[in-house]
Every structure is written in C-alpha cells, then in structure tokens.
C-alpha cells in the first residue's frame, strides 16, 4: 500500500542529504519541464540539498543536464555512466562502467538486434534521441510513434533479452543495453566515488522521485521512495511500489514534493 505524501514522517526529511529523481514524466510534464518543476529544482539545490536525475535518456542530453542544470550530476542510460561538471577545474566529466572497446563492440551487437526488433514489430522506431546514445538502444513505443498495445511491448523486450541483453520498460521507450549495470548500482558508485559514501550505510539520507516500471529497483532501494501520481497507471504491473506517492502527476508531483521536503527541513 502506498502512503499519502502528506504522511512523510518529519524526522525522515530532515536527515536528508539529497534527492534523487527520474525525469520522463516525473519531472517533466508531457515532455516539458513546468516553470514550477525547475523552479523547484533551483530550491532544492538552493536549500543545500544534493540533487541527481537519473534517467534513461542519453548522453547527449545528459552533457547538456549536467552543464546547464542546478545539479550535482547526473546517472544516464539506465546507470551507463554519471557526468557531473567540475566547478574547481570549469569543465564537464564524464564517468562510463565500461570502457571504450567494449561500448564499441555492444554497439555493433545492437545494431543488430535494432533492425530485428523494428522489422518483428510494426509501429516500433528507434527513439528520436538515439542518435545521441552512447550506450544502449532506445525503442519508442508511445513517445513519438502511435501508441503501441503491451504484446507489441512485450515483444521487443523478450528480443531484448533472447540476445542476452539488459531492458527495461520507461512510460516512452523500452531501452536495451550489454552489461550488468543499471540505474541503482551507478548511484551506489557515484555516492562511493564522488560523495565518499557507501549506499548500504547512507540510504536512509536520500529520497528518490520516479514514475515507471523501470523505476521499480529504485522504490525498492530507498526507504523514503516517492511516486508521481501517474504511477498508478502501472502499479498492475509492479512488483515494488513507491513508499508515498503525490497528489499530482508528473512535473507539478515533483514540486509538491520540493515543497513539502523544504517546508519540513525548516521545522
């Protein structure tokens, strides 16, 4: 059972070190960010709070994140990497889990795997911002494609993983990569490598926001997990759901959030 946002316990917001937080239909509003998302993001990171998208969208996108947002880094490509800009040295940096030889031999594999997905499943495209990937294969089934049904989503994922590979469901895209990464273990090495902290030893420090299926590892994580409303749209087929979820969906559920997590820090 999900609680209320309302009932976050006030001790639990005033022992965080940060949040972190999807961004496909958590803090964004079909498809744009709301003045009052990214005015709230601004109070977060203002307020001292250490604050971290973690998203499947790619490195492209992630570089412009990491340089123009108020954010201490940002997890891409389903935890591909973490890139963060340096204030010390003014420029951005990049960290991958695997090296260069190795993602250029995974994309050459799913290459592959590509046009067998979009030739197996009619209506299918490759997302319109894989051109900027570095890592995985995103395949669009409702972002800019007409909706597809579930058998056309199960689909793709069990070619996905016919060939071995790694996928998961977002509210857009199903995403395929090589590797056994994902979203929570580049969390755990960013808090390791930038932040000097083990995720077992902190977790009780930091909330997570999401919206999706693929955010399930990340609910089940974190303690204090928050859903936006319009994760109940999936909650038939979840296993782990958010410990609280808002009142409003998307972008607006992400500043409710902001607001009651400063409004509780000042008590």
């Known amino acids: ?32 960010i709301l003045p009052a998302a990214f005015k709230a993001l601004w109070n977060l990171k203002e307020s001292g709070l250490m604050v971290v998208p973690v998203t499947g969208r790619p490195a492209g996108w992630c570089d412009h994140i990491a340089r123009m947002w108020p954010v201490d880094a940002v997890v891409g490509e389903n935890g591909a990497f973490y890139f963060w800009y ?58 800019d494609v007409i909706p597809l049904d579930s058998t056309s989503v199960e689909t793709i994922c069990s070619i996905f993983k016919r060939h071995g590979a790694e996928c998961k469901v977002s509210s857009i895209h199903v995403n395929g990569w090589f590797g056994r990464y994902d979203k929570l273990a580049m969390i755990s090495i960013f808090l390791r490598e930038r932040m000097g902290l083990e995720f077992a030893l902190c977790r009780d420090n930091f909330v997570f926001c999401g919206d999706s299926p693929n955010d399930e590892p990340l609910f089940e994580a974190f303690p204090c997990s928050v859903g936006v409303r319009n994760v109940l749209r999936f909650t038939g087929c979840m296993q782990r759901l958010p ?25």
């Open 86 to 143: 340096d204030t010390l040295e003014n420029r951005l940096k990049r960290r991958f889990l695997d090296s260069l030889e190795i993602r250029k031999a995974n994309r050459c594999r799913l290459d592959r795997l590509k046009e067998e997905i979009l030739s197996m499943v009619p209506g299918a495209a490759t997302a319109s911002d894989q051109a900027y990937r570095e890592v995985d294969l995103a395949i669009d089934y409702c972002e």
């Open 1 to 32: 059972m999900i609680s209320s946002l309302t009932e976050m316990p006030a001790e639990t917001v005033r022992k965080l070190k940060g949040v972190f937080f999807d961004i496909d239909d958590t803090f964004t509003s079909s498809g744009k």
């Open 243 to 267: 410990t609280y979820i808002t009142n409003e969906e998307s972008g607006k559920g992400f500043a409710e959030l902001a607001a009651l997590l400063l409004k509780l820090r000042k008590q």
